[in-house]
């Protein structure tokens, strides 16, 4: 069976939301998954995972500056070497370039960004099936 973790930076709650649909979402379709706040990431699960789901909100100004949120602490995580990740952030109004800057981010973190994905606080079911479709293929069967 594939594993899958889904580690998520939270601030007011969106994101860890977010978290959860998508680790509903892997659940759904036969995968076991396990899912953590980025300050207590589970080691062994991490790296016996086949496919890693991170994700953080937005933060900046809505006409420019826009940014991954806490970018510390995710550039503080610990190293996925090589493992394809999918990488989302939730945002309000306007996510600007913020998800190619946690692209990088995460690249620097060992990560392959297989899949990316924006999902609107308002209606954070959006987004998740496809995000989720395109982690997945991306897994041995």
Avoid: C
Wanted: charged share 25%; hydrophobic share 50%; no cysteine.
């Amino acid at each position: 069976m594939a594993r899958a973790v889904v580690i998520y930076e939270s601030l007011t709650g969106n994101t860890a939301r977010a978290a959860r649909l998508i680790a509903d979402e892997v659940a759904s379709r036969g995968v076991d998954v396990t899912i953590y706040n980025i300050t207590d990431i589970g080691l062994k699960e991490l790296a016996e995972a086949d496919v890693v789901f991170i994700g953080t909100w937005v933060d900046g100004l809505v006409l420019f500056g826009h940014r991954p949120g806490r970018k510390g602490r995710i550039q503080r995580m610990p190293v996925v070497d090589g493992k394809p990740v999918a990488a989302f952030m939730t945002y309000a109004i306007h996510a600007g370039k913020a998800l190619d800057r946690f692209s990088r981010v995460l690249t620097e973190r060992g990560a392959v960004v297989v899949a990316r994905g924006l999902l609107r606080r308002d209606h954070l079911d959006q987004g998740i099936e496809e995000l989720v479709t395109q982690a997945l293929a991306t897994v041995a069967a």
